[in-house]
Nanobody, 117 residues
Framework: QVQFVESGGGLVQPGGSLRLSCAAS????????MAWYRQNPGNQRELVAA???????NYADSVKGRFTISRDNAKNTVYLQMNSLKPEDTAVYYC???????????WGQGTQVTVSS
């Protein structure tokens, strides 16, 4: 059974950058579309960015031009480069298969991103 471990979050000032990593175990990600999601308490988990098996990408309007999703199949890892961060980007960030239901056992603990001066 696949499990994801997210890392790379932290506290950053507005305008700063972070690079998140998502390491997978239990299954190769090579053939799957993957995604990064984020969630704040009381809000629904939202899709931030997605990448197909052929590395086509799409982004939420709120992060277009600032975030970049990528993947390294050899390392079984997905990345999210976040630039020009804004306070509204503050959330817990998760990765999973694109379209994974909230009930999926594959959800990890996420990594907290806080953008504040």
């Amino acid at each position: 059974q696949v499990q994801f471990v997210e890392s790379g979050g932290g506290l950053v000032q507005p305008g700063g950058s972070l690079r998140l990593s998502c390491a997978a175990s239990g299954s190769s990600l090579r053939i799957y579309s993957m995604a990064w999601y984020r969630q704040n308490p009381g809000n629904q988990r939202e899709l931030v960015a997605a990448i197909t098996s052929s590395s086509s990408t799409n982004y939420a309007d709120s992060v277009k031009g600032r975030f970049t999703i990528s993947r390294d199949n050899a390392k079984n890892t997905v990345y999210l480069q976040m630039n020009s961060l804004k306070p509204e980007d503050t959330a817990v960030y998760y990765c999973n298969f694109q379209g994974a239901p909230m009930s999926a056992r594959s959800w990890g603990q996420g990594t907290q991103v806080t953008v504040s001066s």
